[in-house]
Structures are given as structure tokens and as C-alpha cells.
């Protein structure tokens, strides 16, 4: 089953507004998670990390006002897209390492898909 | 950041072995190789990943070059289910050890 969850899979807006989305560890602790973005028919692109207890650290060119990451816990990492633009739509996942340093997997949650209208 | 070469797409036969390469000749010493694959509308799911040996699990084998500048992950009977894009990266070193996504490889299984 799945050991990352995200909440909403899919979330529709009106341009302007802010959507909050959440990223879950279900059995493990993350002081880390990683939040990616994809455009269709591309790669994931790294925005920024996530660090429970501290400020994100965001990815060169990532408007770190514009996509807000909030570590609350070692369970939960959310992601908020302020103010949000019909090119701000765009399928955002999160992911976190289980176990530790570089040779630990990474679980990716299902992803949500966000449309500005 | 270290980068990895994939092809953009292969194709396969349905029960035949695929094979994957990945070039990575500006790897460090201390970066794992890490294999990710996406199906469509969903997050990427973890494969395989190796340092040095060859590693074997239930999904897939990765074989790692001797200088360690490329690798091949190996799927031995493919499924239909198997039809995605194969990620081959390099895990950062550092406290982070975030992965950076290159463009990955189409993989199209034909029955």
C-alpha cells in the first residue's frame, strides 16, 4: 500500500485564489520531504525541500511567496500555491525518504493535479 | 549536479528481457544510482538502486559498470504493465540526497 499520501488528488480553482495541498508519511517519520512539479510530457522538476522545524529550502527560480511549505510535523509537509494563475496549473507531488542518507528510497505520493481556471 | 543520459524511448516485446542503459560519467564516488519509473497520472514509483555491486531485486537487476560511468537496469520478461518512463538518477551526496530528474526513457511494450 501506499506509504505517502497526498490530499486532493485533483483540486480545480478560480485564478487568484490559493489551494492548499498535503503530503503524508503513513508509517514513517520524515524530516525531510521533497515537493516536485510536471508539466505534461515532462520531467519532474524539483521545487523546493521541505524540513520539519525549518524554513523550506526552494530550488533556483522557485517563488518561495508564491508556493508556501509548511513542515508541521514529521507526518506532514503541505504546499500552498498563492494567488494562483491558470500557468500555475500543473501535477504537483511530494515525496520522502524512508531510511537514511543517500542509499534510502524515496516514496512518492499519487500526486494532485491542480487546474486554474 | 551530476547528470545522467538515458535514451528518450525504447520498445519491447511482451515476456522478452528489456534492457535500459543509463550513461553517468560525471558520477562521484559517493552517489548511488537510483531507477524510478512513472506511469501515466501517477508519482513515480522506486525500482532498483546499486553503489558499486550488481543488485537484484523482485522487480528488476541493475548492472553497474566497473568505473561506474554507466549502468543497465534490466527488466527479465516484460508486461504490458511494465510500459512507462524509467528514470535513472543519481542520488545528491550531501545531508539532502534530493533526486534531480533528467528526461527519462519511454519505455513502450508491444504484445
Known amino acids: ?117 | 549536479d551530476a547528470k545522467t543520459t538515458q535514451p528518450n524511448s525504447m520498445e519491447s516485446n511482451e515476456e522478452e528481457p528489456v534492457h535500459l542503459p543509463c550513461n553517468h560519467s560525471t558520477i562521484s564516488g559517493t552517489d548511488y544510482i537510483h531507477w524510478y519509473r512513472q506511469l501515466p497520472s501517477q508519482g513515480p514509483e522506486y525500482v532498483i538502486h546499486g553503489l558499486t555491486s550488481n543488485v537484484n531485486n523482485r522487480m528488476a537487476s541493475l548492472a553497474i559498470a566497473e568505473d561506474r560511468k554507466s549502468s543497465t537496469l534490466i527488466l527479465h520478461r516484460a508486461t504490458l504493465r511494465d510500459a512507462a518512463v524509467y528514470y535513472c538518477i543519481l542520488r545528491e551526496s550531501g545531508n539532502t540526497g534530493k533526486l534531480i530528474f533528467g528526461q527519462g526513457t519511454t519505455l513502450q511494450v508491444k504484445p
Open chain 1, 1 to 117: 500500500g501506499a506509504v505517502v499520501s497526498q490530499h486532493p488528488s485533483r483540486v480545480i480553482c478560480k485564478s487568484g485564489t490559493s489551494v492548499k495541498i498535503e503530503c503524508r508519511s503513513l508509517d514513517f517519520q520524515a524530516t525531510t520531504m521533497f515537493w516536485y512539479r510536471q508539466f505534461p510530457k515532462q520531467s519532474l522538476m524539483l521545487m523546493a525541500t521541505s524540513n520539519e522545524g525549518s524554513k523550506a529550502t526552494y530550488e533556483q527560480g522557485v517563488e518561495k511567496d508564491k508556493f508556501l511549505i509548511n513542515h508541521a510535523s514529521l507526518t506532514l509537509s503541505t504546499l500552498t500555491v498563492t494567488s494562483a494563475h491558470p500557468e500555475d496549473s500543473s501535477f504537483y507531488i511530494c515525496s520522502a525518504p524512508r531510511g537514511g542518507g543517500r542509499a534510502g528510497e524515496l516514496f512518492f505520493g499519487e500526486g494532485s493535479r491542480l487546474t486554474v481556471l
